[in-house]
């Protein structure tokens, strides 16, 4: 499977992000960076932001470290853990950094962490990404 490198401009049009308002904010060597302020259509039943949100976040965080999707590397998620710490409520500012702890030829790991706008973790997880053939094989 070949396909282009992502762009910022291409992460940020993606309609999921764009439905839940999370934009990514930076691409590094081996860290993405993603934000998102929590709202109305984020709620939970209880008022808070909904843990899918949070999932998701941790989830999409995952793929944007250079070397994956912004280097044209397909791949998807074969696990996700998220632990969540404390709750965001609407208002709140959470941002989600990932960090790519290692890149073999058949999988990639990266961790996640989601804190808000005061620096206080809300959400930490793993996701494994298996990294899909470019051969055709």
């Known amino acids: 499977m070949t396909i282009e490198p992502a762009t910022p401009e291409s992460i940020n049009r993606m309609p999921l992000l764009q439905t839940l308002g999370i934009?990514?904010?930076?691409?590094?060597?081996?860290?993405?960076?993603?934000?998102v302020t929590v709202d109305?259509?984020?709620?939970?039943?209880?008022?808070?932001a909904h843990g899918g949100l949070l999932a998701t976040l941790v989830d999409t965080?995952?793929?944007?470290?250079?070397?994956?999707?912004?280097?044209?590397?397909?791949?998807?998620?074969t696990n996700l853990q998220v632990n969540y710490i404390r709750t965001a409520a609407p208002?709140?500012?959470?941002?989600?950094r990932?960090?790519?702890?290692?890149?073999?030829?058949?999988?990639?790991s990266v961790r996640v962490e989601v804190t808000n706008q005061?620096?206080?973790?809300v959400v930490h997880g793993t996701a494994t990404l298996l990294l899909l053939p470019t051969d055709g094989t």
């Not at 691409?27 to 993405?32: D, E, F, Q, T, V």
């Not at 990932?98 to 990639?108: K, N």
Request: charged share 20%; aromatic share 6%; net charge positive.
């Open 91 to 96: 208002g709140d500012t959470l941002t989600a």
């Open 118 to 121: 005061q620096g206080k973790l």
């Open 98 to 108: 990932s960090e790519l702890l290692h890149l073999g030829r058949r999988t990639a």
């Open 61 to 77: 965080a995952s793929f944007f470290p250079r070397p994956l999707l912004p280097s044209g590397l397909a791949c998807t998620t």
């Open 40 to 48: 109305d259509r984020h709620r939970n039943y209880f008022g808070g």
């Open 23 to 35: 934009q990514l904010q930076e691409i590094g060597a081996r860290h993405a960076m993603m934000v």
